[in-house]
């Protein structure tokens, strides 16, 4: 069975201030893809990222970045200097061997003036 | 392309009605998925096809939900006999291929009163 983990329910932080969104996943399968989904207010969930299992290389993308760790099982998220367009639910999740996309609970971000 | 369209937005109902969902995914999608999500939550998985064929359903489908994808295009999901307990934001998302990111509309709130 797969399993995600977002164990951050809420985190405030004040505009330009860094942050990290945590992700632990589990699985058995050597095989797999991560992900991270933005769900602003409007509801629609937004694609971000996707990894597979064997590429642990870390990316960046403007003033997002993710670090991928195998030895943790963690996919972790930064948005560095952020911003109040930043207010959003994050999703992590798992799609591994032929099962479907297993989501994480989420972690709302709110980022005040 | 526009996306993945989800009709209607919004459904109100009395327990024990019947409603019906539909979701138009990216023309060139032959994967379509069915995901649920209640508040403070991250989407659960329910069913997914691939062209006409419902190839997975989830345990959280009861008999009471069906969901079809008449020739491969769009796509229904029935809720027969509402309860309470089915109040929640249902998404539809679609891919091109397996292990793809998946896009999603905007689903459609359902409160059953």
């Known amino acids: 069975a797969q399993k995600v983990t977002q164990a951050q329910t809420e985190i405030s932080v004040v505009e330009k201030e860094d942050v990290t969104l945590d992700c632990v996943y589990e699985t058995r399968d050597t095989t797999y893809y991560l992900f991270w989904y933005k769900q602003p207010p409007s509801g629609e969930l937004v694609f971000l990222i996707r990894?597979?299992?064997?590429?642990?290389q870390n990316e960046i993308s403007g003033r997002y970045s993710w670090n991928f760790q195998k030895s943790t099982s963690s996919f972790n998220f930064t948005i560095t200097a952020s911003q109040v367009v930043d207010s959003a639910v994050y999703f992590c999740a798992l799609r591994a061997g032929y099962s479907t996309l297993t989501f994480g609970k989420g972690t709302m971000l709110l980022v005040s003036p | 392309d526009t996306g993945v369209s989800q009709n209607p937005r919004h459904k109100i109902t009395k327990r024990g009605q019947n409603v019906t969902f539909r979701c138009d995914p990216i023309?060139?999608?032959?994967?379509l998925y069915w995901y649920r999500q209640t508040l403070g939550q991250g989407p659960e998985f329910l069913t997914y096809?691939?062209?006409?064929?419902?190839?997975?359903k989830s345990r959280l489908l009861s008999d009471r939900f069906s969901a079809e994808r008449p020739k491969g295009s769009f796509s229904t999901l029935e809720i027969q006999r509402t309860e309470q307990g089915d109040s929640a934001m249902y998404l539809c998302a679609s891919s091109l291929r397996t292990g793809e990111k998946l896009f999603f509309g905007s689903g459609t709130q359902l409160s059953v009163l």
């Open positions: 023309s060139e999608h032959n994967r």
């Open positions: 096809f691939q062209n006409e064929a419902q190839l997975e």
């Open positions: 990894r597979n299992s064997f590429d642990e």
